[in-house]
């Protein structure tokens, strides 16, 4: 059997309605944006595999560093224990993070570092004696799939067989010049109630990577500072450059009091999340009693592998190199965007960073699960390139080692697909 029949009867996909899924293609190998299947055709990786890829597939750098930390230490409990790996990443991470970050909590991805923030959020009320139980999210939001993480993204197709099980959440629109008053007057009006304010910052992901400008977010943080409402960035698809600077809340003049950080963290190398806190929240845990504590952690919590990995992502991320590639992709998007904004299939064009995203023109209202989905991916997928659309919704987010020819082969395809599709 190839290996795509023999997936087929062991392997359960994400994301997938296994009945008339079409069949998985094989992954080889990968090389730098490139992954190659078992026949040996190309592909672009166009979208990171799932925004996690930043520097390329099988980079030398972090391959050495991985291969090194394997032949000394694989893992080990962190519970009582530590060692150099999470020492070092945290100690080179935390100056990165905007405002004054000064711990770090190692989980395994995205959703549970959002877990972890929010269990810091509500404990930490709950610590002080203050107990507060709301949470404040955007519509559309989309912060990982676990409980928790569910619990504060939008109500979607996602989470409809969930929807009586997860916790109540004050849902708001994305800021805008004209809501940006109502807004604010809303989180006054909850301030009593809301322990923490979580947002993704200038973009919403999963949720249609729909975008809104700093200022505006800026200022309903203004307000939550004001209030005494704790603020969570999950920067866990945002971080490590892909908003043009290494993180979205560098864009910002109020400061959160949490990171979630995931995805690019390893390079795109293997599974590892963060969530990192000011010493206000630390603070509050710190206690003779031992009800106080985070009752939290996982078992490959801070695995040194993983710790090297990132380290040796965060080398190649701060060459100026990598800045420069940032720079040159966002400028490309730029211009890309301007020649087919106008396009009578364009409903929508928009981009910020390295991530330029086009909403198909439908007609009428359309959704995650369009038939132009299908369409668009088998599209560019014969073209050798992999885009993953979000229903009539396709962006591209590269690895920053892409080439201009690659991008505009990539472009090329769009505009063909536009006349086309």
């Known amino acids: 059997m190839s290996l795509s029949e023999r997936d087929k009867k062991v392997i359960w996909h994400p994301y997938t309605q296994m009945k008339n899924a079409l069949p998985h293609i094989p992954i080889v190998r990968g090389e730098g944006v490139y992954v190659f299947d078992e026949n040996g055709k190309r592909y672009i990786d166009a979208v990171s595999s799932w925004w996690v890829n930043i520097h390329g597939h099988s980079h030398p750098h972090i391959a050495q560093k991985v291969s090194e930390q394997l032949n000394t230490l694989e893992h080990v409990i962190f519970a009582g224990f530590t060692h150099e790996p999470a020492v070092l990443l945290a100690e080179r991470l935390l100056p990165l993070l905007p405002g004054q970050q000064e711990k770090v909590f190692y989980t395994d991805n995205g959703s549970t570092a959002v ?91 999963a949720g249609g990577m729909l975008m809104y400008e700093a200022k505006y977010l800026d200022a309903l943080l203004s307000v939550c500072k004001e209030n005494d409402i704790l603020m969570i960035a999950d920067e866990v ?32 190398t293997m599974p590892l999340g963060v969530t990192t806190c000011t010493n206000r929240i630390f603070n509050a845990f710190l206690s003779d009693d031992k009800l106080k504590t985070l009752y939290h952690g996982h078992s490959f919590t801070a695995n040194p592998i993983a710790c090297v990995a990132s380290l040796a992502s965060l080398d190649i991320l701060l060459e100026s190199k990598t800045l420069e590639n940032i720079k040159r992709i966002e400028t490309k998007h730029a211009t890309f965007l301007n020649e087919i904004k106008d396009h009578k299939k364009v409903k929508t064009a928009r981009h910020t960073g390295t991530i330029i995203v086009i909403e198909w023109e439908t007609g009428d209202e359309t959704s995650y699960l369009s038939e132009l989905r299908n369409l668009l991916y088998a599209y560019f997928l014969d073209k050798g390139i992999i885009l993953r659309p979000l229903g009539n919704i396709i962006y591209i987010l590269p690895p920053y080692v892409i080439s201009n020819e690659d991008l505009d082969y990539i472009y090329s395809a769009i505009k063909s697909a536009l006349e086309e599709i």
């Not at 959020?121 to 939001?141: E, S």
């Not at 619990?151 to 940006?180: A, C, K």
């Not at 971080?239 to 963290?265: H, M, Q, V, W």
């Open 115 to 205: 877990e972890v923030a929010l269990k810091m959020c509500l404990q930490y009320w709950n610590n002080l004696g203050k107990p507060k139980t709301k949470i404040l999210a955007f519509k559309n939001a989309y912060h990982g799939d676990t409980f928790g993480a569910m619990s504060v993204s939008g109500r979607s197709i996602f989470t409809d067989p969930f929807n009586s099980l997860l916790f109540d959440v004050e849902f708001i629109d994305l800021p805008n010049e004209q809501n940006i008053s109502v807004l604010q007057t809303r989180i006054t009006e909850l301030k009593s109630e809301v322990a923490c304010f979580i947002f993704e910052p200038l973009i919403l992901g």
């Open 237 to 268: 698809m945002t971080g490590f450059g892909r908003t043009g600077t290494y993180f979205a809340c560098e864009k910002l003049e109020n400061r959160p009091d949490i990171f979630c950080l995931s995805k690019g963290l390893t390079g795109g």
